[in-house]
């Protein structure tokens, strides 16, 4: 099968709430043939940002097929130098702790897909809100 043109595949995305984040969850660990490396998910204050890295090449059908389930969900995006940055350092070892105090981001979750993070810090932020803003949704 013809390979897609770069060394590795990452998909990196805008999402409007914690809902369409979960929806991507799911797939992932849902559908094994999917080579996940790892999820990074962050936390901002008009939604979240999911960076997805494949540990090899997808063929045309599954990245084709992917990027549509992405598409339906959210904006591909090209995130600022600060959020570039803060990506960088979760993939090359920085604990999510030491990135959120350097780069002044909101790590919810970073290695395997990890429904359970993205519930817990929606839950605990609500309550201390006392309120469910929409991204959180």
């Known amino acids: ?18 809902s369409l984040t979960l929806k991507i969850t799911e797939r992932l660990t849902g559908e094994p043939y999917l080579p996940i490396n790892f999820m990074t998910v962050i936390h901002r204050i008009d939604g979240w ?31 600022d130098i600060r959020m570039q940055m ?7 070892g920085q604990s999510p702790i030491e990135v959120m105090r350097h780069y002044q981001v909101a790590v919810v979750s970073h290695g395997l897909p990890e429904r359970k993070e993205i519930e817990e810090f929606r839950k605990q932020f609500v309550r201390g809100l006392g309120y469910c803003p929409e991204t959180l949704a």
């Open 86 to 92: 803060a990506l960088w350092s979760l993939e090359t």
């Open 49 to 79: 940002t999911v960076r997805i890295k494949m540990s090899r090449c997808l063929d045309i059908q599954e990245h084709g097929d992917f990027r549509a389930f992405m598409n339906e969900l959210g904006i591909p995006c090209q995130p």
């Open 1 to 18: 099968m013809p390979q897609a043109s770069l060394s590795y595949m990452e998909y990196i995305y805008n999402l409007a709430n914690a």
